[in-house]
């Protein structure tokens, strides 16, 4: 709820206040403009609850559209689904009857540089004609804009039934998620049996080997390339956890990087951004994994 505040000011006072109010002022308007959906208000749960859950495939990714539907088909148990092509998503999106895990594609914000991201998103159905105000119950970044090339599909199945457990979170404590966002999941105690795989791809200069990685992360881990992550993923292990990274490609070269740990069963464990710079280099680095320990 919005506060009207009111201060009684002389009229000289105004006159040097006004550049610096414009200044606060275009300051939200940018800050909006960056802005990620609203989270969904505890009626707006209660009625994604009792909704039926539209997976929406994409046009041309056949690889996403395996992925997903594979993963719901398998690992979605908190509401009844269906699957749906984007014409009909466009029919039904105002309806809070419906809620939506669909592929958003550059839509929640941008870099300066243009630079867009990608989103698995679970959204309701809402009468806001811009879906990036449509009321969120989680996003996951995907990828960058434009990105054919990143190897996603072992991370899909976790992401799935980390939703849900984020929905029932959300349950309890909408409050704290609002405040911290998805950051709201650091800090767990992470069990000392479990095995962290580690995309070799997708490591920052300064974690790239084991011997590196040694040096602040002492529990047992493999690098691995992602196709063999996945193989590892799909005999349902337990006690196992992977990164799920996202960054620049080399046509970008610049933007952000998201680092997430999941395990199998769907817990997040670690989620960070940061801007990559020539300094601060693209990939899971020592640093995330000195807060992960």
Partial sequence: MKKNIFVTISQS?????KPLLFIITLGFFSLGALANPKLASKQQIGMFKNSTTCVVLENGIVSYNTYIKDAVEKHWKYTDFEFIDQQEFQKRRFDSKYSFLVLMKGVYEKDPGGVGYNYI???????????????????????????NETYFGYAIPAIVKFMQKH????????????????????GQIILKNKVLLLNKNQMAPDANTAEKIKTVYPYYFKLLSPEKIKTELDTDPINTMFNFHVGPTKETGSGKCFEM????????YYYNYRMV???NKDGLNLKDLRYIR
Avoid: Q, W
Wanted: net charge negative; hydrophobic share 45%; glycine share 6%.
């Fill in 13 to 17: 006072m105004v006159h040097k206040l």
């Fill in 121 to 147: 998103s679970l959204v309701l159905g809402d009468k806001a004609m811009d879906i990036t105000d449509m009321p969120e119950i989680c996003s996951i970044p995907f990828a960058y804009s434009g990105d």
């Fill in 167 to 186: 929905a029932v979170n959300l349950e309890t404590k909408r409050f704290l998620i609002a405040l911290k966002g998805l950051k709201y999941y650091n």
């Fill in 261 to 268: 740990i999941f395990d199998v069963e769907g817990n997040l």
């Fill in 277 to 279: 710079t020539n300094e």
